[in-house]
């Protein structure tokens, strides 16, 4: 999560969309296929692709309480620095201690549960949680055992906002530009075309690096993107289009 982390600062130090994605590129051919599928989700702004009705159900407050209690921090300290920040993650950087090696109330994290991969799997621990308490003991030990950097966008994904000047159509143009040099068919539109069926970015980044983005389908009971539409002149006409439309 480290690098995922620093990728993230790089593309928030730009304004050009060329080298977010150039970045980001960069990031996906470094790090295994299972962390770049799920990092793509990440840098979409959201812990779970966009088809899940996964959530965590962990509030603003709950994540301010444990900033402030890991950081040792006041109620007035910690606004200070809200208002200084103006972003929750970006507090949590400032303010929460670095990690030291046996330190801390809780067991630490093993080292694989700090890739993307394994962040996401303590979000669905998280999510499946049913009491809030629980859901703070183990926001709790995920904050506690990362460092103030990847804490600051933990808490960013945790709460649905990057803010980093990246949207997914960029996550989409880095997965095109990631491939097309294995893969001349997995163009943007085709990759395009692959999430707006899949409604999952990861899943798209996964058919893109074996080449088969040709394969996406559409899922029952699973959302697809809205498509840009074309006017019709009348029902007739737009039925026209279909051999058997159900409505």
């Known amino acids: ?17 060329l080298e977010k994605t150039a970045i980001l ?7 295994p296929l299972e962390d770049a599928a799920v990092a793509a989700v990440f840098f979409s702004g959201r812990p779970f692709p966009v088809w899940e009705e996964t959530t965590l159900q962990v509030g603003g407050s709950m994540l ?3 900033v402030a209690d890991l950081a040792a921090k006041s109620e007035h300290a910690l606004t200070e620095a809200y208002r200084k920040y103006g ?26 549960a700090k890739s993307p991969d394994g962040i996401q799997r303590i979000f669905r621990e998280i999510s499946a949680a049913r009491r809030p308490a629980f859901k703070a003991v183990i926001v709790k030990q995920l904050l506690e055992d990362i460092s103030p950097l990847e804490a600051k966008y933990v808490i960013k994904i945790m709460t649905g906002d990057l803010r980093i000047g990246l949207k997914e159509s960029l996550v989409e143009e880095a997965i095109a530009k990631t491939f097309a040099h294995r893969h001349p068919e997995t163009t943007l539109k085709a990759v395009q075309r692959a999430n707006m069926l899949l409604g999952d970015i990861g899943e798209t980044l996964k058919l893109a690096a074996e080449g088969r983005l040709g ?3 559409m ?8 498509m840009l539409a074309s006017p019709a002149e009348s029902a007739v006409d737009a039925l026209s289009y279909f051999q058997n ?3």
């Open 87 to 112: 972003d929750l993650g970006a507090v949590a950087e400032a303010v929460l201690p670095q990690i030291e090696p046996c330190t801390g109330s809780l067991p630490r994290l093993p080292s694989d």
């Open 245 to 247: 439309a159900w409505v």
């Open 219 to 226: 899922r029952l009971f699973h959302p697809i993107g809205f």
């Open 25 to 31: 590129a960069e990031y996906f051919r470094s790090v």
């Open 1 to 17: 999560m480290l690098l995922f982390s620093q990728t993230a600062d790089r593309i928030a130090a730009t304004t050009k969309k």
């Open 64 to 66: 301010w309480r444990m």
């Open 215 to 217: 394969e996406a389908k």
